[in-house]
């Protein structure tokens, strides 16, 4: 027989009950229990439902109350010292102190002692838009089997008659996804070993079958010595006892193939979406009595299987490897919506194209049964689409694209004085990212409007409140340029995607991006253009209230299409420069409407990188073209700002500089200004703001704080080239917070531009 499984599931919930139930309890609404109950029933129905899909194990370890690498640093007994945390300490109060940072209030309140520690440092997973928290390492640190967690869940699923198969990040990209002060994190992999001998020891005893241990890192480049590692470190973990299906995925595996193939576990998990042609060469290199775990049904995307084709893919395979071939996604299900029953809007023409998370599980339990000569309980065949993907306009606009479309008028010098003269801003100006809070107000309005309970009119009305409110407040705190505040923005994808042609926006595709934070990515499943202005109204407004410069934003064309669900018919580089075309006609418009600033964010440009550097340059080549034509609209007395947050920039500095964006705003908080040590070095030649607080911690920090930041930030980066603003957008914090936040920042600028500014001759 051929097995199935899953590599993860969402956490969410059908309702994003765990969302609702994490900020409960982060509100001191409900207690640790009650959020405990709330991750046990969820975890209970999505095994249910992996159950009654009819995958043969079901996934546990994958669950996580705000992310499964922190949950692994509490397993391994890793908690940076830092935290000062003590043995009182209750395990789930240190988890949320690590996620979330602690000061003021909650740090008095804290049973460990009231030491004031900002969060550990979040970036990307990957090529995902899920952020994972960074391990930290010094020479110092040891680890031990050091939490329950994972055996207690374990011990659930097996209460509840499930077939388990446990879950684990391997020790190798668990140090690599890690960071270290002093030292090199592979240094510590003897000592992290016996720690997961120890669990994998326990995991055993308790008569699981199969561990599921993710080395997600060998489809990465890898530096030799992290090569050679992989064998002692796998031999010592086979002392375990264990049977190990090592799980790859996000990438081809290449020159780690054969490595992969030899390693001394008893089965390979293989992405046979992003490297189909690896399929097949696993298949001929792992040894016949090892597990040849074949992810591929797409794990990453929406689109629904053409199972006809992969059943012609894998049977041959079938024929070779007996009942030693299993199927499953590609990767965890983690990055796409749970339910597609849940769409009850979706048209017609894409609906049948599309299969969520439990769709895609009817999909590989219908793969095995076909392969195991069943009738499938569902059809094999690929529906094809019922409405028109080509529009004419599009595609003849993009090949009339010329050079100059790409290019501003005058390089960033000229340019620069023209603004200057323009904006008359201080030496390091401050402003925000874009977005302020979303209150309750905000929420209400937006479900009153969406449910037909208010009108369109008094829809605008309200929005336009907020915005007055909003302008007020900046205006009062002393920025120097202002952001309307994105009162009318569910989110900086999804409310462009209602507003653009080739886009779909679901009612409830959420998808968890950090924590709390769920997105629900659009679709773009046809040609791409802008029928009308989608933000003018709201600038424009926003301007006319104050005599400061006022941002126009907009979500730059990499971004919308690496946070959406990308249509598979095309190359993305064409859909892509589809979306900059579309961008640019908005930023034309803004400037014409009198906005002196606009901002188009690419948070995700980083993300987007290929893993593998031999796909780099072709990527950054389209990339920056899409970015440079959405920005060419734009004259040389406007001034052109970009955002990117949470992700290592450093090797790509030259395709940033190439973007030619006037301001950068980047994250750089957490990670204590170090980014800007990879400008400095690259003498970055533009205008840059770093972070100066993390918005996605509660914490305040003082005006001290924030100076020290910018004088680091000073030491490396010149004055001049300075802008002052937060690491990202406020809607997730409170009016409360964000006011506080700000006032430190105004006051860290005006402490900096004393220090900055030529002191007077000494007198006699």
């Not at 979306?579 to 980083?606: K, M, N, S, Y």
């Not at 770093?690 to 305040?700: F, K």
Request: charged share 20%; hydrophobic share 45%; aromatic share 8%.
């Amino acid at each position: 027989m051929t097995p199935c499984h899953i590599l993860g599931f969402p956490r969410l919930g059908k309702n994003r009950e765990l969302k609702f139930a994490l900020e409960s309890h982060w509100r001191g609404q409900t207690a640790a229990a009650e959020l405990e109950a709330t991750a046990r029933r969820l975890r209970a129905n999505h095994w249910a439902l992996q159950r009654a899909a009819g995958l043969d194990y079901v996934s546990v370890g994958d669950f996580a109350l705000y992310d499964h690498v922190l949950n692994h640093v509490q397993l391994l007994g890793c908690e940076p010292a830092r935290f000062g945390f003590g043995a009182e300490t209750p395990e789930i109060e240190r988890y949320f102190i690590m996620a979330r940072g602690r000061a003021g209030e909650a740090a008095a309140a804290c049973s460990c002692g009231g030491h004031s520690s900002a969060a550990l440092e979040m970036t990307k997973w990957f090529d995902t838009n899920y952020h994972y928290l960074v391990p930290e390492f010094d020479a110092d640190t040891q680890f031990r089997l050091a939490s329950e967690r994972l055996f207690d869940e374990i011990a659930e699923a097996q209460a509840q008659g499930h077939r388990v198969k446990a879950q684990l990040i391997g020790p190798l990209s668990f140090l690599w996804l890690g960071k270290s002060q002093g030292m090199e994190r592979l240094e510590l992999l003897d000592r992290l070993l016996p720690a997961y001998g120890a669990i994998l020891s326990r995991i055993k005893g308790m008569g699981v079958e199969w561990v599921q241990i993710d080395e997600p890192i060998l489809g990465l480049d890898l530096p030799p010595a992290w090569r050679t590692a992989f064998e002692p470190a796998y031999h010592r973990l086979a002392a375990a006892g264990a049977d190990l299906l090592l799980a790859t995925y996000f990438s081809p595996l290449r020159e780690n193939l054969t490595l992969a193939c030899r390693l001394p576990v008893a089965g390979l998990h293989v992405d046979a979406v992003r490297a189909p042609e690896e399929l097949a060469q696993a298949a001929d290199w792992l040894p016949l009595n090892k597990v040849l775990s074949a992810g591929v049904v797409d794990g990453r995307n929406v689109w629904k299987s053409d199972l006809d084709r992969l059943l012609g893919v894998v049977a041959p395979l079938k024929a070779k490897r007996a009942d030693r071939l299993w199927v499953s996604a590609s990767c965890s299900l983690l990055h796409v919506p749970l339910d597609l029953g849940a769409e009850t809007a979706l048209g017609e023409d894409i609906k049948p194209l599309l299969a969520f998370g439990l769709q895609k599980l009817d999909e590989i339990s219908a793969l095995a049964h076909a392969l195991n000569g069943d009738a499938a309980p569902h059809p094999l065949a690929a529906p094809t689409a019922s409405g028109q993907r080509q529009d004419p306009a599009v595609q003849q606009r993009l090949a009339r694209l010329t050079p100059e479309a790409e290019r501003r008028a005058s390089p960033y010098a000229r340019r620069h004085t023209l603004q200057q003269a323009r904006l008359k801003l201080p030496p390091l100006p401050t402003t925000t990212i874009g977005s302020f809070p979303q209150t309750a107000d905000i929420r209400r309005a937006r479900a009153a409007h969406k449910a037909g309970g208010l009108d369109a009119a008094g829809y605008r009305q309200a929005m336009r409140e907020e915005i007055r409110h909003a302008v007020a407040e900046q205006e009062a705190l002393g920025l120097d340029v202002l952001v309307h505040g994105e009162a009318e923005r569910n989110d900086m994808v999804e409310y462009f995607s209602t507003q653009l042609q080739g886009f779909a926006a679901t009612q409830h595709g959420w998808v968890q991006s950090y924590g709390s934070r769920c997105v629900k990515p659009p679709i773009i499943w046809s040609d791409v253009s802008r029928p009308a202005p989608m933000t003018v109204e709201w600038a424009a407004y926003a301007q006319s209230l104050t005599s400061k410069p006022v941002k126009g934003m907009l979500t730059g064309p990499v971004t919308l299409l690496q946070w959406s669900f990308v249509r598979d018919d095309q190359p993305r580089a064409t859909t892509c420069l589809q979306i900059a075309l579309a961008i640019r006609d908005e930023v034309a418009d803004l400037q014409h409407a009198g906005i002196a600033v606009i901002q188009i964010d690419e948070p995700a440009l980083r993300e987007g990188l290929p893993l593998r550097r031999a796909a780099w340059e072709d990527y950054l080549d389209w990339s920056v073209r899409a970015f440079r034509i959405a920005a060419g609209a734009a004259d040389d007395a406007t001034q052109i700002h970009t955002h990117m947050c949470y992700a290592e920039f450093n090797d790509i500095l030259p395709a940033i500089a190439a973007l030619d964006a006037d301001v950068i705003t980047i994250e750089a908080s957490r990670s204590n200004m170090e980014l800007l040590e990879g400008f400095a070095r690259f003498s970055y030649p533009n205008a840059i703001g770093p972070g100066v607080y993390d918005i996605h911690s509660p914490r305040v920090p003082d005006s001290a704080e924030m100076a020290a930041a910018l004088e680091k930030a000073a030491g490396v980066i010149p004055a001049a080239q300075l802008w002052v603003n937060p690491d990202c957008g406020l809607k997730t914090r409170s009016w409360e917070e964000a006011r506080a936040a700000l006032a430190h920042m105004v006051d860290a600028a005006g402490l900096m531009r004393a220090r900055l500014a030529p002191q007077p001759p000494a007198r006699d």
